[in-house]
């Protein structure tokens, strides 16, 4: 699938096709997409543990629902768990000289491994790791790279997903996740049992809101000619609700028993 | 929720007529934008009352148990929560010793829809 059809595709999936297992090697696949995000000091700020619905004890699933997820939860056969790795700096001394020995950072810029030693490690990872907001800050943004690109590719393979909110303590005994990891989301995958572009676009706040030019407050002006361009490549879709979406829902509720 | 050791409990006769049961009709004919039947709400009533005749409470009283005052405003009690879910698992149970699971299902999702409608996120384990 082109990118842009990826981008414009993805949709937060509700309902998931539960007796339909995915395959492995797609998993592998979006794993994959996540490892080659881009991350900060080239170190590795995400962990996921793929878990398998139906491996799981009754009681073990019960216990990670929370209100709102557990139709999703039952439904979506393979849950990833993401968490954010509060000790990525620490290497970021040897993953920095290795960017600097592949021709990734290099002199040009001003880097060299004396660099690194003398002022990198001690002027901003060093600080950064004693910072516990500002780790918490940084280790959100470089997992949630990596997240953004397993959503993305598991689009592009065919499969719906969504991220999701689990009970993250239960979580952590029952998954036997280290101190060190900050639990961040669960991502279901599954193939979807709704249709792909799940009633349409959701709705966003208006381009002009969002960005800006120059300084903040003076709105990036959308050109109506990208804006065609991009419909036509798929990137931007029809809004949400389509006509048809409430029937969809309504379907998909009774199929599975659900309230409505 | 029940009532005191020693009164008799009963329900309105006609529970359209509570606060709670309108605003379920009202909001579920506008989130999904159509109006039911007749037939169709009585049928929803008649199961109502029947969940409710069973816990021994009241429909309003039974959405009011589940929030709290707070300052920042209504809270909900998670632990009533888990209360009713069991027991519309449990009316759902009752349910399918002369129905079958879908039917059965039916009856239980009525009272979830009724509180769903009230503010209280519910759902139902689903039917593979």
Known sequence: ?260 | MATDAGTEFSLPEDLAELPSVQHWFEAQAKHWNRRQGEAEARRKLDVLRSFCETNQVDPDALVKSLFRPTPEGPRIRLKQRRIVVEQIATFEAKARESLDVRAARDSGNVVRSFLIHNGVAMTAPIIR
């Open chain 1, 1 to 260: 699938m082109e990118f842009k059809q990826v981008v414009g595709l993805r949709r937060s999936i509700r309902y998931y096709q539960p007796y339909r297992p995915v395959e492995r090697e797609k998993i592998q696949t979006i794993l994959e997409a996540a490892r080659l995000c881009s991350q900060a000091v080239n170190s590795a700020w995400s962990r996921a543990i793929v878990v398998y619905r139906d491996d799981l004890s009754d009681d073990d699933r019960e216990a990670l629902k929370i209100p709102t997820t557990t139709a999703q939860l039952d439904m979506a056969p393979v849950w990833i768990f993401w968490y954010g790795d509060m000790s990525a700096p620490s290497l970021g001394k040897s993953t920095l000289k290795e960017l600097v020995d592949i021709g990734a950072l290099n002199p040009s810029h001003g880097w060299s491994h004396s660099y690194v030693d003398d002022v990198i490690w001690p002027q901003v990872l060093q600080p950064i790791a004693a910072n516990p907001q500002a780790l918490l800050a940084l280790t959100g943004v470089e997992a949630g790279l990596a997240i953004c690109q397993a959503l993305l590719a598991a689009v592009d393979i065919g499969l719906g997903t969504q991220l999701v909110a689990v009970n993250q303590a239960r979580a952590t005994e029952i998954l036997g996740v280290p101190e060190h990891l900050v639990p961040l989301v669960v991502q279901l995958v599954g193939y979807s049992a709704e249709d792909r572009e799940a009633g349409g676009q959701r709705p966003r706040q208006p381009f002009e809101e969002l960005y800006f030019e120059g300084r903040y407050g003076a709105p990036f002006e959308r050109d109506d000619a990208v804006v065609d361009q991009l419909k036509r490549d798929g990137m931007i879709m029809s809004s949400a609700p389509a006509k048809w979406r409430h029937e969809e829902v309504r379907a998909l509720a009774r199929q599975f028993g659900l309230p409505e």
